[in-house]
Structures are given as C-alpha cells and as structure tokens.
C-alpha cells in the first residue's frame, strides 16, 4: 500500500490533481474582479460592430492565450524553485552529511 505522500504525487504525476484547484473560488475581491470582466465583454461584445468587434475579439483571445501561458510559466517556474530547495535540503550529497550542530573550528 502506498503512503498518502506518495500516492499524492502519483496523482499529480497522471494529470489529476490541478495545483490551482483550490484557486479562487472563495475570494469575493476576484469574484467582483471576474464579474465586471465577463460583463464588460459580454457588452462590448454586444455593442460593436464590424471592424471594431472582430479587434475587440481578437484583443480578448489574444490576452486570453497570452495570460493562460504566462500563468503556466509562472507555475513552471515556481515548481522548479520548488525543486531545487528540496534538491538542496535533501538530496544533494553534502546536505546529508554535515552536521550543522557541531561547532565550527
């Protein structure tokens, strides 16, 4: 049977357990924030017309692509710091065996 440390990171390796799941579902500020974007762009989106919509839709999914692959590499990043603390603190060789209680000469 595996342990709960190790089942979670199996989890996680296969694709099910989403980092940011617990995100912001309970935080009233971003729900105002989310709010008032999705309404802006719904209006938007009803009001223009022609030329001026298709740039306002392109803007949209642009900004839409852009901030999903920023929020990716952000998390890319935070993961491999993550890493390589625990690299530091529990791998590498000379973490092990210095004892840092002794006193230094």
Do not use: C
């Not at 390796?13 to 924030?33: A, K, L």
């Not at 017309?49 to 920023?70: I, V």
């Amino acid at each position: 049977m595996r342990s709960k440390k190790h089942k979670d990171a199996h989890v996680f390796y296969y694709g099910n357990i989403d980092p940011q799941d617990s995100g912001f579902e309970d935080n009233e500020s971003v729900q105002r924030e989310l709010r008032t974007i999705s309404e802006n762009e719904d209006w938007l989106t009803e009001h223009l017309t022609g030329e001026e919509k298709k740039r306002f839709l392109d803007f949209a999914d642009a900004w839409s692509a852009y901030n999903g692959d920023a929020t990716l590499d952000g998390f890319i990043t935070g993961f491999r710091l993550g890493a390589r603390f625990v690299m530091d603190t529990f791998i590498l060789p000379e973490a092990s065996t210095q004892n840092y209680l002794q006193d230094k000469e």
